[in-house]
């Protein structure tokens, strides 16, 4: 491997340059150790032939280490003058593979598409106050992306991952697992982030797969897991009376889709999610 990847002092350095103030706000807290960078690189397992959508690069150590391995990678960075400066800090340390990257200075949650090529992966350090916003944003818009590892603070880690039944199992768990199988790959301590986070961060792997099968659309089953962990400790029977109308109806829709209307919305896949969503459409309530 190349040399390039960055240290504390160069990161430190990069930053007093551009002017950067890291902010809790936006949640900006950049790796300075090349060996946490490779462990992440290489549990995402990317190839030589794919095309990494990173979000947030930042002053680039992450960058730099996907451009080692990469076919190419496409980096979305909010912070004007971080964007600006990453394809110099890129062409400076790796100039052999200046050619491999592009960068867009945008809101990732604004970005609905990329120029080509189109990404294979998605490899990232989330902001912590918008992990779960962006990450399903990324895997909606898409669809190319097939595969993933993002690094995200420990309890959303926790809730990303977590099964049905489970103490973290939520929205977030629900929403991703209609894209992807995600399982928690390892663990990442404070003291490799500059600053120092005051938390622990985690690394969740990601691999795409096939929705359930049903005839409602995305945005009818999220608004049935929305619903059913908006009062979390309600039976669905009552979760759900607002969006179907009455308890009454409710009732109906569950039984119809085969799910006990006293469970509650913690003990559902989101399978069990589709189902009730098909069974509201079909009873005329949405």
């Known amino acids: 491997m190349s040399s390039g990847l960055l240290d504390p002092r160069s990161l430190r350095a990069l930053a007093t340059e551009i002017g950067l103030r890291p902010t809790k706000q936006r949640g900006q807290n950049f790796v300075h150790d090349a060996n946490t960078v490779r462990r992440i690189v290489a549990a995402a397992e990317v190839g030589a032939e794919d095309v990494v959508l990173e979000i947030g690069p930042g002053l680039g150590s992450l960058t730099l280490g996907l451009l080692e391995v990469a076919r190419h990678v496409i980096a979305i960075e909010l912070e004007t003058s971080l964007a600006q400066r990453l394809p110099r800090t890129v062409a400076e340390r790796q100039p052999e593979h200046a050619g ?67 103490r973290t199992y939520g929205v977030p768990s629900a929403k991703l697992a209609w894209y992807c199988a995600a399982r928690r790959v390892g663990s990442v301590p404070p003291t490799v982030f500059w600053p120092v986070p005051n938390v622990d961060s985690g690394l969740v792997q990601l691999v795409r797969r096939d929705p359930p099968a049903t005839s409602a659309s995305r945005e009818q089953v999220f608004a049935v897991v929305d619903a059913a962990f908006s009062q979390r400790r309600k039976m669905l029977r009552g979760a759900l009376s607002g969006l179907l109308g009455s308890s009454g109806a409710a009732v109906a829709v569950l039984e119809a889709a085969g799910v006990d209307p006293q469970a509650r919305g913690e003990v559902l896949g989101i399978a069990d999610f589709a189902r009730i969503a098909q069974a509201r459409t079909a009873a005329g309530l949405g």
Do not use: C, I, K
């Open 100 to 166: 491999q990257l592009t960068v867009l200075a945008a809101d990732a949650l604004a970005v609905d598409t990329l120029p080509e090529p189109q990404p294979t992966t998605m490899v990232a350090n989330l902001p912590y106050n918008v992990s779960v916003p962006v990450l399903l944003h990324v895997l909606a818009r898409f669809p190319t992306v097939r595969s993933g590892l993002v690094m995200v603070q420990s309890e959303v880690a926790d809730r990303l991952v977590a099964p049905p039944g489970s």
